[in-house]
């Protein structure tokens, strides 16, 4: 609980800093230039990506043993879009389909398990692409990248040697816990059957994010060029994977407004375009409140007890 609240204040605390810094304008600004062709591409990639979510859910579910039609896993995956766009922390309708599908399928760990390893690989293929592309264009944190890529190397190969000495080193909590990471890694990621769709479905994701973005950038009046968004968007996107904000808004606009300004653009423009992304997203997500009110329609009880309970 405590650290719920200690999101929630984070993401004031710094919307509150950028408000301070920048002043309503941009947010503002950002809303008002929102226009129909930027919610129609909003809503046709939001479709591409929440699929491509889906399959990669289900992909890792399967593979761990536990089913998970894609159908199902679309519907709910609109669903924790939507919550997650909705509620503090932005990782609310995550913890929502985890606990639901795993009551569903009789095995609340497994279902657990299965989000976290396939949002997990979804945190390291944008990573990776992110590397890439920061390498290759110019951008505010260039000059860092070999750092970064040093001390990711590093935390990968200490978490490679953690997995293999724990196994082998008796029946403490944390050797079961390494072992049952390391069996669900094998089974839910890397397995022949599931490896290459859910690293097509996560790049098609980042890619997806990417262009929703750089509609933002030009519905937010930035004509700066693609190469020049480009890595600005990505660090952007990698700031959203903090648990401090409020309905999604918070270190996105934060980074945004420092990486736009730092690339020689202003941080006006940087805090507009991530607050058009927001809104694209928000809309995009529409669908998911449909699932809820139809579930709502259908099972009006458990819908309460769910609500009552935090969202799980």
Sequence with gaps: MLWAWARVVGGVGLLAVLLWQVGGGPFLDGVRLINAPALAAALLIGVLTTVCAAWRWSLVAGGLGVRLPLATAVAHCYRAVFLNATLP???????????????????????????????????????????????????????????????????????????????????????????????????????RRTWLGVLVASAVMVAGHLATFLVAARTAGSDAPLTRLLPLTLLALLAMGLPLNVAGFGPREGVAAWVFGAAGLSAAEGVATATVYGALVLVASLPGAAVLLARRARNPTTTREAASGGGC
Excluded at 143 to 155: F, R, V
Excluded at 174 to 187: C, F, L, Q
């Design 89 to 191: 922390g932005g990782v609310l309708g995550d913890v929502h389909r985890a606990v639901r599908h795993g009551r569903d399928a009789g095995d609340v760990s497994r279902g657990i398990r299965a989000v976290i390893w396939e949002r997990t690989a979804g945190q390291v293929v944008l990573v990776g692409v992110a590397l890439v592309v920061l390498a290759a264009f110019p951008s505010p944190v260039r000059p860092y990248l070999p750092a970064a890529a040093a001390l990711l190397l590093a935390a990968g190969l200490a978490v490679v040697l953690l997995a293999r000495l724990l196994p082998g080193a008796g029946r403490s909590r944390w050797a079961r816990g390494v072992r049952t990471a390391v069996a669900d890694v094998r089974a839910g990621l890397l397995a």
